[in-house]
């Protein structure tokens, strides 16, 4: 089995920044198809950022030159690096992974197999 655990949320301006964490556990084979997504009252579930098993990645347009998604190994770690924060990234972020070879989308929201338990960041205007 695999657990997703992560962390890094918290509250900021404005223009500021912040990094989640995702730590996989129970899980040494090949690399998963993780993504990272979010919640936020009366909206759908949004896919941020997704990166496949061979390292490519894709974001959703709202985020793309604020936000970095990436892997870490040897820490079996994968990371959302967040930058230029705006009042409507306001929501719970989930990591989430998946198994097997599909094709890179980050459209994919409901479908993986594997959850964290979420993180809220919160960014006042």
């Known amino acids: 089995a695999v657990q997703l655990v992560e962390s890094g949320g918290g509250s900021v301006q404005a223009g500021g920044s912040l990094t989640l964490s995702c730590v996989v556990n129970?899980?040494?084979?090949?690399?998963?198809?993780m993504g990272w997504l979010r919640r936020s009252p009366g909206k759908e579930s949004e896919g941020v950022a997704a990166?496949?098993?061979?390292?490519?990645?894709d974001y959703v347009e709202s985020v793309q030159g604020r936000f970095t998604i990436s892997k870490d190994n040897a820490k079996n770690t994968l990371y959302l690096h967040m930058t230029r924060l705006k009042p409507e990234d306001t929501a719970t972020y989930y990591c989430?992974?998946?198994?097997?070879?599909?094709?890179?989308?980050?459209?994919?929201?409901?479908?993986?197999?594997?959850w964290g338990q979420g993180t809220q960041v919160t960014v006042s205007s």
């Open positions: 990166t496949d098993h061979r390292g490519r990645v």
């Open positions: 989430a992974a998946d198994h097997g070879s599909r094709a890179l989308w980050v459209g994919y929201v409901a479908d993986y197999a594997y």
């Open positions: 129970g899980y040494s084979s090949e690399p998963l198809y």
